[in-house]
């Protein structure tokens, strides 16, 4: 069976993703910073799965341990699934370089280690997956989230540039974007019902996107047209708007 390494793996979506994985056959490894919860996930998934479900500490922000995770699994996983997201207060990290540089970090520039070592691995045997969850908020800079949106930015094209990279050489990369989701990193907002999905609903679309080796999947489907939309009006009219 494929094993699905999780990263991040306390997200409310990793976890519905992991679950629906395991139903599928896919055997599961957690990481993520938080030992305690991870303990709780992983005999919740056990418990489910009727599988063991082993679990080590990975922390973005620790940059001199977190090339350690990938080196020390043996044998490697068929797939990765990067699900580290810091909102964070959007407010104070306009004004604040640390909150902005560590936005910046835990979104973008801290996943790049783990991508390589997975991405080079899966091109060294000619197969593999590498699915990152970014965010339509990375679609175009707005003025309420931009440390955030930038970030996703940043990480949407990365994960672009390495599918072109990849692609021709059996490497499947995957670019799960979710409008908004009822989550923690949700659950002080006000969330617009129908524009909302669940994380069992992005956790489908993961699933269907790596059976399916889609490269870019919107959650839900509609926001890649509303995207589109938003990236369609010029700048000289989008400066002036209230979003
Ligand atoms: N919720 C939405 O509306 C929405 C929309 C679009 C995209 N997304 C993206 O979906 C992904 C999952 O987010 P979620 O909604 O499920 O939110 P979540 O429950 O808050 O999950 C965020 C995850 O990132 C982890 N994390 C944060 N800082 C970290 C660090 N320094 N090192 C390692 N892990 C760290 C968290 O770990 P701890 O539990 O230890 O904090 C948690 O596992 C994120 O990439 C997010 O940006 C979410």
Same mark, same amino acid.
Request: include cysteine; charge should be positive; hydrophobic fraction near 45%.
């Given at each position: 069976?494929?094993?699905?390494?999780?990263?991040?793996?306390?997200?409310?979506?990793?976890?519905?993703?992991?679950?629906?994985?395991?139903?599928?056959?896919?055997?599961?490894?957690?990481?993520?910073?938080?030992?305690?919860?991870?303990?709780?996930?992983?005999?919740?998934?056990?418990?489910?799965?009727?599988?063991?479900?082993?679990?080590?500490?990975?922390?973005?922000?620790?940059?001199?341990?977190?090339?350690?995770?990938?080196?020390?699994?043996?044998?490697?996983?068929?797939?990765?699934?990067?699900?580290?997201?810091?909102?964070?207060?959007? &407010?104070?990290?306009?004004?604040?370089?640390?909150?902005?540089?560590?936005?910046?970090?835990?979104?973008? /520039? &801290?996943?790049?280690?783990?991508?390589?070592?997975?991405?080079?691995?899966?091109?060294?045997? &000619?197969?593999?997956?590498?699915?990152?969850?970014?965010?339509?908020?990375?679609?175009?800079?707005?003025?309420?989230?931009?440390?955030?949106?930038?970030? +996703?930015?940043?990480?949407?094209?990365?994960?672009? &540039?390495?599918?072109?990279?990849?692609?021709?050489?059996?490497?499947?990369?995957?670019?799960? +974007?979710?409008?908004?989701?009822?989550?923690?990193? /949700?659950?002080?907002?006000?969330?617009?019902?129908?524009?909302?999905?669940?994380?069992?609903?992005?956790?489908?679309?993961?699933?269907?996107?790596?059976? +399916?080796?889609?490269?870019?999947?919107?959650?839900?489907?509609?926001?890649?047209?509303?995207?589109?939309?938003?990236?369609?009006?010029?700048?000289?009219?989008?400066?002036?708007?209230?979003?």
């Amino acid at each position: 069976m494929p094993t699905l390494l999780v990263i991040g793996a306390t997200s409310d979506i990793a976890h519905a993703a992991a679950l629906l994985f395991g139903q599928k056959g896919w055997d599961l490894i957690l990481a993520g910073r938080d030992m305690e919860r991870l303990e709780d996930i992983s005999f919740n998934l056990r418990v489910r799965l009727a599988k063991d479900v082993p679990f080590y500490h990975y922390d973005v922000l620790d940059s001199h341990k977190r090339t350690e995770l990938w080196d020390n699994l043996d044998p490697k996983p068929e797939a990765i699934l990067i699900a580290v997201g810091l909102l964070g207060d959007q &407010g104070e990290a306009k004004s604040c370089p640390e909150l902005a540089l560590k936005v910046a970090t835990v979104n973008f /520039t &801290g996943l790049i280690p783990i991508i390589i070592q997975a991405s080079q691995y899966y091109e060294s045997i &000619g197969k593999g997956s590498v699915i990152g969850i970014s965010s339509v908020a990375g679609d175009r800079g707005r003025a309420s989230n931009y440390p955030y949106g930038s970030a +996703k930015a940043g990480f949407s094209a990365y994960l672009s &540039g390495l599918r072109n990279s990849l692609s021709k050489k059996g490497v499947q990369v995957l670019t799960i +974007k979710p409008g908004y989701v009822r989550t923690a990193m /949700t659950a002080n907002m006000l969330l617009p019902g129908l524009l909302t999905a669940t994380p069992e609903q992005v956790a489908k679309c993961i699933y269907k996107g790596v059976v +399916k080796k889609k490269s870019v999947v919107y959650v839900k489907w509609f926001w890649r047209w509303i995207m589109f939309v938003i990236k369609s009006i010029p700048e000289f009219i989008f400066k002036r708007t209230n979003s």
